[in-house]
Each structure stands twice: as structure tokens, then as C-alpha cells.
């Protein structure tokens, strides 16, 4: 069969995507994927898929191109003609379903890997994107055979506001999935290094995890907190007290998250709210505890006192806490480590979770 993959970037195809479309090609399907930039064309063509850029912004709200793109969708899936097409993102999900019917595929999935700052921020203006974005889910949805979320709580969002029908969910338990062998066990080598990965915006609890690190510092100066991503709307002249003072490390982005990882002893994502967290998975899969919120995407990651601890979404006095707790007790660092290993090789293995997948889209 032919099956179409509706992206937004190209770099989250060849990070996120691609062990599910090796596992579709093992299977003798012939895999293609629209995005919208040409920055990993080159490496997703080595992959032997065919590439497709509709040159969009992701995150752009144009109105002028928001008004063609259901129909530059429908234009491409009629000529690629595919048999399946799995849609991902915001965009995606919203014109490229439509799109896909508009072209005559009956065969519609799509995935909601987290509500993002459309349903985190709660401005006037985020109010109006909100109320528009979930009218184009609502639209779109009705054609979709099946909508994956990676959560609970982001499906019960998105039923109790009638974007979907309780029917046609499937929850994914273990979100995308993590690649176990890749990310292998390592042993933890320093008790009082913490660890943050994400690219640097508010709702990733950048601010929160500058502060329980200065709070901590306070107390025990040999603890060392790194902070590693590229900047996004939180640029590193926003931190750089923090960085100034000694309290953070800000390594900026990498390609290979896991020197840092494995560099690190407690994993931290005081995120506001998440799909499920990939860099948690990646974390648990190294061996490292981790401190998260209690909140959608990253609740479901942690069973309390076992492989980690969750605390309060903007809460940096909860945060350095429970950092100060694994301090006090280094033996904690390995013991909970341990556990998550082992959770992530229940839960998180890609191998399951995209054998799930597919049996899904391909029967």
C-alpha cells in the first residue's frame, strides 16, 4: 500500500517518524511524506520515501495561506494517490484531513501529540487562535477514522470539547516511543548533576528551573544544573542572572542528547504541559530518575517515589525540593534510575508501540 505522511518539519520526520515508517517499509509499503521546509529532504530521501515540500510556515497563522492550504493538500494527495494517510502536527491534522478527503482517501488517521500553546496560553488573542483552532479539528476530525492521542487527559480535553467522539480515539500508552537500545542504560557517574533538554520557552518551565537551581545553590554548592536546546521565545540574555550567578549551565542545542544524558544523574522537565515527553523517555531509558509536573504529558511518565517524582506546574520551591531530596539521598539516584529502565523497557520500546500503530492503520 502507499501511505501518506502529512508533516509540519522536516526534522521531526527523520527524529520523530522514523521508526515508524522503517517499520511500514519492512513491511513492503511504500511510504510518502509532505513537509514543510526543505531542511531534511537529502536524509529523508535516504530513507527511501518519497519527498514532498509544500513550502508553509508551521507555526505561521497567514491568513491568505491558510485559505489555500486545505486545497494545495488535496491537490498533492490526489496525485501522490496513497492508499493510508497519517497526518501529525496542527496543520496537518486540521488541512491536511480535509485535504485528504477533499482528494477522495477514505483510509484517515491522525495524531494529536500535544495541545501546544494554543490550549496552554490564555490571552485574548490565544482565546481567538483557540476557538479557531478547535473549530478546524472539529471539521476535520469528522473524517478521520482514527485519532491517536498520547495522553489521557488530551483525549478527555479534546471529547468534553467535542473535537472528536470518545469512538474514534485510541490512546497511545508510551507516546511515540523511544528507541531502547540506542538510548542504553549507562551508569550515573555524577549524584548532584541535573538535567533539562528542551528548546527554551516559558511553558517548558525554563524559568522555574532557574530558579530551583539558584534556590538550591543556596544550599548545596557543588550541585551543578544544565540546561541544554536551542533558544526559542526565552533567549539566554532572558537568563542570564542565572547563568552570570553560576546557578545554571546553558550548553545551548545539540544533535546527541546522549553524552548529556548519560553526563547527568536526575532528569527534570518542569514543562507546563506536554503530548508525552520524548526527552523523558530518552532520560528513563539512560537509567535516570526524573522530576516532572503533575500535568497532561508528563504525569503518565512517572509513578511517584518509583522512577521519579512530580510536583506542581510552576512551582520552583516544589522543584528544588524534590532536587534537594536526591542530594540527601544519592543511593535514591541509582535505585530510582534503575526502575526507570526498567519502565522504559515496558512502556516506551518503538518496537511495540509502532506494531500497535500499525495494526491499527493497516487493517
Request: aromatic share 10%.
Amino acid at each position: 500500500m502507499r501511505i501518506f505522511f502529512a508533516c509540519s518539519k522536516s526534522t521531526t520526520v527523520v527524529t520523530f517518524r522514523r521508526k515508524l515508517i522503517e517499520k511500514l517499509l519492512s513491511l513492503g509499503h511504500k511510504v510518502c511524506v509532505s513537509v514543510f521546509d526543505n531542511e531534511c529532504e537529502e536524509e529523508i530521501r535516504a530513507m527511501g520515501v518519497e519527498y514532498y515540500c509544500l513550502n508553509d510556515a508551521n507555526r505561521g497563522l497567514n491568513p491568505f495561506k491558510l485559505l489555500t492550504l486545505k486545497g494545495r493538500y488535496a491537490k498533492l494527495i490526489k496525485r501522490v494517490n496513497p492508499d493510508i494517510v497519517l497526518t501529525f502536527m496542527l496543520k496537518p491534522n486540521v488541512y491536511g484531513v480535509q485535504g485528504a478527503k477533499n482528494a477522495g482517501v477514505e483510509n484517515i488517521y491522525s495524531m494529536v501529540e500535544g495541545a501546544g500553546d494554543v490550549f496552554i496560553n490564555n490571552g485574548l488573542k490565544w482565546k481567538l487562535i483557540r476557538k479557531y483552532v478547535c473549530h478546524g479539528y472539529k471539521k476535520a476530525f469528522k473524517h478521520s477514522k482514527r485519532v491517536f492521542f498520547l495522553n489521557n487527559d488530551d483525549k478527555k480535553d479534546f471529547v468534553k470539547r467535542g473535537l472528536v467522539k470518545e469512538e474514534q480515539t485510541e490512546v497511545i500508552s508510551g507516546g511515540i516511543g523511544v528507541d531502547v537500545e540506542h538510548f542504553s542504560s549507562q551508569p550515573v557517574t555524577s549524584n548532584n548533576t541535573f538535567l533539562v533538554i528542551a528548546r527554551l520557552l516559558k511553558t517548558k518551565g525554563i524559568f522555574e528551573y532557574c530558579e530551583a537551581a539558584r534556590l538550591v545553590k543556596e544550599k548545596y554548592k557543588e550541585a551543578t544544573f544544565n540546561l541544554v536546546g536551542p533558544e526559542g521565545t526565552v533567549k539566554a540574555e532572558d537568563i542570564k542572572e542565572y547563568i552570570d550567578s553560576g546557578a545554571i549551565n546553558y550548553l545551548g542545542p545539540t544533535t546527541d542528547v546522549r553524552p548529556f544524558i548519560r553526563d547527568c544523574g536526575v532528569y527534570v522537565l518542569p514543562s507546563y504541559r506536554e503530548g508525552f515527553s520524548v526527552s523523558i523517555m530518552e532520560a528513563q531509558s539512560v537509567g535516570r530518575p526524573i522530576i516532572t509536573c503533575d500535568t497532561n504529558g508528563t504525569r503518565d511518565s512517572v509513578v511517584e517515589g518509583y522512577n521519579g517524582f512530580l510536583v506542581p506546574v510552576k512551582n520552583a520551591q516544589a522543584l528544588a525540593d524534590k532536587m534537594i531530596y536526591f542530594l540527601e539521598n544519592p543511593d535514591k539516584v541509582e535505585e530510582m534510575g534503575n526502575n526507570a529502565r526498567k519502565y522504559a523497557d515496558e512502556k516506551f520500546d518503538h518496537r511495540k508501540i509502532n506494531e500497535h500503530i500499525c495494526n491499527i492503520i493497516l487493517n
